[in-house]
């Protein structure tokens, strides 16, 4: 068991930053997405410059700022943390997870039709948030999110593969859900998402003894908002 417990606890990791390695996101020195045909020009004192153009209702996949979200775990001590969300800087979304062994802050930036995953570190709890100039010098991970939300997208190393689902947890059964599913390590990992709401479920599947399978989960069970 105590094999078990290591690559469970393993995979949890994996589950909490799988997505960040599709590197293929650049920013340029604006940081802007840099694909200029995604942009609309403006002219400000006689100069060019280049207007991103993001898709809003991205920012309906994270609480408002300020919020603060609990999930319940099983399978793994680690499988219970929480989250809060902040909003530091225009399209700039801030993330901290706490499972009680460590806080990951992950930063993430809305675009044209995706949100990238800008950053994610252990922080310490009262560590100050990055600066604009700091996070546009960062170089992406990733892509957390990308539209259309419809079953065959991908994305790094995960796809769509159901929409329209029913999610129940905790804190209330949701309708029109999807689900991103990605495949490592011997074991199955989904997320679950509702607009308004991001991610309300989370689990990963493994093999283990006897053709049983083995199930950690962490589920939305409470929301706080300002």
Known sequence: MRIYRLTIALLLTTLLVMGCSNKTTTLNNSGNSGESNDSDQVTENGKNQVKETVDESLKNYF???GSKAHFHGEGNEFAEFDMTFAMPYENIVGVHVNNGGAIIRYIYKIEKDQITTINHTAVDMNADFPSLE?????????????????????????????????????????????????????????????????????????????NQKFIVSSTLESVSKP
């Open 63 to 65: 609480l408002p700022e």
């Open 134 to 210: 700091e996070i546009e010098a960062m170089k992406p991970e990733g892509v957390y999110l990308k539209k259309p939300f419809k079953v065959g997208t991908t994305f790094g190393k995960w796809k769509i593969t159901e929409t329209d689902v029913t999610v129940e947890t905790p804190y209330q059964t949701f309708d029109n859900a999807f689900v991103i599913e990605s495949e490592e390590n011997n074991a199955v990992n989904r997320k679950y998402f509702v607009e308004g709401y991001g991610e309300v479920k989370r689990e990963s599947i493994m093999e283990a003894e006897n």
